[in-house]
């Protein structure tokens, strides 16, 4: 029986690859009549093609029929062809097929209905090698100007060569468009519009006046700065131009979305592939590999390659003359995102970095603006906002005021309990409601767990655990005459300086999470300082508790006696400290240490705080 169960899913493969290996062979296929692409997992060839398109005409009228040829070149270096794609599309519009053809020999071509037009292809009906085939094109009513007749031509199964630049006809007194190259794109590649060099870099001159920008870093200049992310958009008669510039090893992307969340995107990308770069139009389901288009709408494509930089520039029709839902309209309004990443044979990566996402929504023909814009969701700056505040400022704060001021202020209270008491409590339950504020924030952005982040959540996972721990454990504390008190404060010293511990160590890496970059290295050094002014500071209280420093020594009572020594009359000048001079001058010592350090604490904090909201 399981034997039987194999051999019929080994069946069902078969006759699956079969279908499509026939399905190839016998010419149907209208799965490529966007891209006139094979699927063949291969790259199509960049040799020139060894074929020949013509039409027996190169003027025509509405209801002419057009002779087309496809033939092996007399000077080629092949005597055949097995399979072939021909269409014929707006010369001005590559991506609009227009009209429809009819057969001379049924027995090697056949009509395909590619898109809502009958009969708008012609392919093989077998894999039979060919030298000729000829076809009869009809030009519709309301035809474009102007007509080219591109050819997708497949001498084996890994050599082919994709739509091929045939002739374009004009209808009588129409001047033809100028030449277009066609030959190329990768497997699964859109429409290749034809592209030509940029002379110059882009520039930001003009922005918000002449032109809408968004940059970063804000104000940068393409033309002078290499390290400068580039857009730029205006209106042109009845489509936008777009620039788009940056540093990366393999593209530069934006996309226009209707929130702030990757997904459902009308997505625009320059592709580095070699010593050039592809102009395609894709689009993003969800937090998914962008979905390359099969139709191009993209005009005027121009690119430059300098420095590590990637430029391109190309237009786009405001209103498209097809419905389709993947491509936005340009009249409306969105948020837009800038973004870059590596890329491999043409084949684009996740995003090095977290996008530029414009701060407010943008009517693309609208008026000129300088747009703003950020790298940083609000939630995740809240988030490293509220860590930063509860474990590098007030967790400190509380430790200090247990360690070394449970002497001070013997006479005062508050609610009943010693002034250090309710300060440490105070400034302790603030750090924990702080935690828990900040432990949220990630999952209500990312909506669950990220896979991304490395060790950091898991760390800041450890740090909420720590930080719900401290206070429950202080609610079962012992008397302070117990005989197992020591076992308390040993554990509740060790568990908050843990947490302590861990905490900075999560932050530390929490600051280059690619949500929440800071500027690096000075960052890091300035993180790293506010801990060093913690430790230098409980380092100095700590040696003045144990005595090793002179302060508090210096007294203003003097009281003389005479002792009697060995029945001798002698006077001694001895110096006896006033009590309450003594304890004065420490616990002032003691102030003026902690309020040295919270000012330059909250100078610290002050700072990663405003580059956290510039982020």
């Known amino acids: 029986m399981e034997v039987l169960k194999k051999a019929e899913v080994v069946l069902v493969l078969l006759s699956v690859c079969l279908e499509t290996v026939i399905s190839y062979g016998d010419g149907k296929v209208t799965v490529a009549c966007g891209n006139m692409t094979p699927q063949h997992g291969y790259d199509p060839s960049t040799e ?49 097929a227009v009209g429809s053809f009819k057969l001379i020999d049924s027995t090697i071509s056949q009509l395909l209905q590619c898109g809502e037009k009958d009969g708008s292809a012609i392919s093989h009906t077998s894999d039979s090698h060919k030298a000729e085939v000829q076809v009869i094109w009809i030009a519709p009513q309301g035809s474009p100007p102007s007509v080219q007749f591109l050819v997708t031509v497949v001498r084996k199964y890994k050599d082919y060569w994709v739509r091929i630049p045939g002739p374009v006809v004009s209808q009588n007194g129409v001047a033809p468009p100028p030449a277009q190259s066609t030959i190329g794109g990768s497997i699964g590649a859109e429409i290749t519009v034809p592209s030509s060099t940029l002379s110059k870099s882009f520039t930001s001159e003009g922005c918000g006046i002449k032109k809408s920008c968004l940059r970063n870093p804000a104000g940068c200049d393409p033309q002078n700065d290499t390290s400068c992310h580039f857009l730029s958009f205006w209106t042109e008669s009845r489509s936008v131009v777009f620039e788009l510039s940056g540093p990366a090893e393999g593209y530069v992307s934006f996309a226009l979305s209707l929130d702030k969340w990757m997904g459902n995107d009308d997505v625009y990308m320059c592709i580095r592939d070699t010593d050039k770069v592809d102009v395609k139009a894709a689009y993003v389901l969800g937090r998914t590999h962008p979905e390359i288009s099969s139709e191009n709408y993209l005009k005027d494509t121009a690119w430059r390659l300098s420095d590590g930089v990637i430029q391109c520039s190309f237009s786009r029709d405001i209103q498209l003359p097809t419905d389709d839902p993947k491509r936005f309209s340009l009249d409306q309004m969105y948020y837009i995102f800038m973004a870059h990443g590596r890329a491999q044979e043409g084949r684009t990566h996740r995003h090095d970095r977290q996008p530029l996402i414009s701060t407010n929504q943008k009517l693309v023909t609208g008026p000129p603006e300088d747009l703003s814009g950020s790298r940083s ?150 993180l790293a300082s506010i801990v060093v002014w913690f430790v230098l500071a409980d380092l100095i209280l700590e040696v003045h508790r144990r005595g090793f420093l002179p302060i508090g020594k210096h007294f203003k ?59």
Not at 389 to 408: C, E, L, N, Q
């Open 48 to 96: 020139d093609p060894p074929y020949d398109i013509k039409a027996d005409k190169i003027k025509f009228r509405p209801a002419d029929e057009i002779k087309v040829t496809l033939s092996v070149a007399a000077s080629g270096s092949t005597s055949h062809f097995k399979g072939f794609l021909i269409e014929a599309r707006n010369a001005w519009n590559l991506n609009e």
């Open 557 to 615: 009572n003097v009281k003389i006696y005479m002792e009697h020594v060995n029945s001798e009359d002698k006077e001694e000048i001895v110096f006896v400290p006033g009590e309450n001079e003594t304890s004065s001058a420490e616990s002032l010592f003691k102030n003026i240490v902690l309020a040295i350090y919270l000012c330059g604490n909250l100078a610290f904090l002050t700072f990663l705080l405003w580059n956290i909201s510039e982020v």
């Open 377 to 526: 969701p609000l939630l995740i700056k809240y988030h490293g906002a509220i860590m930063l505040i509860a474990w590098m400022s007030t967790v400190s704060a509380g430790v200090i005021m247990a360690r070394y001021f449970k002497p001070d202020w013997p006479e005062s209270s508050i609610l009943g309990q010693k002034v250090w008491f309710q300060l440490h409590r105070m400034l302790m339950t603030l750090t924990v409601l702080l935690t828990l504020v900040g432990f949220v924030l990630p999952f209500m952005y990312r909506g669950g767990w990220s896979k991304r982040a490395g060790i950091h959540p898991y760390l800041g996972c450890v740090v909420m655990a720590l930080a719900v721990i401290q206070p429950l454990m202080a609610l079962f504390r012992p008397a302070p005459d117990a005989s197992r008190r020591y076992i308390f404060n040993w554990m509740h010293f060790g568990t908050g300086t843990l947490a302590q511990v861990v905490a900075v160590v999560t932050i530390f890496l929490g600051i280059h999470q690619q949500a929440l970059v800071l500027p690096a290295p000075w960052s890091t050094g300035v």
